[in-house]
């Protein structure tokens, strides 16, 4: 069997996410679940923890869901196919969110993704908007402009945004 690489931006973003065996965990965008992977490990569904992947492609999904069957089959991952806007409160709470290299944030207006993270997300719930290099001025601007407080985050593999609701 193949060795799978774990890119740099995903280690990067696992280690942002900090999570806890009882932290639960939104990533939206999830592509071939490398950050999954590093994720899910640290979570104790008997803890409270747990992981939604999300991703509006199918082949995404399929990719997460494979290179993560274990955390699937044990209940520690579910993995769905669905766009940002398109989830479902049913789907919260969560107490971390986070994308990788997901371009909506400054390609147009975010406005309706973040509506639904500010209603995903638990009370003291944070969102990490990452980038494999600096994110565009624009991600902190339309953050700051649907009321979340933005902090810069850093490190080797990448760079972004932290957000919560103001």
């Known amino acids: 069997m193949a060795t799978r690489v774990v890119p740099t931006r995903a280690r990067f973003a696992a280690a942002v996410v900090g999570a806890q065996p009882g932290t639960r965990v939104l990533e939206a965008g999830c592509g071939p679940g490398a950050v999954a992977s590093l994720v899910c490990p640290r979570l104790d569904p008997v803890a409270g923890g747990g992981m939604l992947a999300v991703d509006r492609s199918a082949v995404a999904v399929a990719r997460t869901a494979g290179r993560c069957a274990a955390f699937v089959d044990s209940g520690v991952l579910a993995v769905v196919r669905s766009d940002l806007a398109g989830l479902g409160i049913e789907n919260g709470p969560v107490d971390v969110a986070l994308t990788v290299n997901v371009n909506l944030f400054w390609t ?53 945004v932290t957000a919560r609701p103001a």
């Open 108 to 160: 147009r207006d975010p406005g309706p993704e973040l509506a639904v993270l500010r209603a995903l997300l638990a009370p003291g719930g944070v969102v990490h908007v990452l980038y494999e290099g600096a994110p565009p001025a624009a991600v902190a601007a339309g953050l700051r402009r649907h009321g979340w407080d933005t902090v810069p985050v850093s490190g080797d593999g990448g760079a972004g």
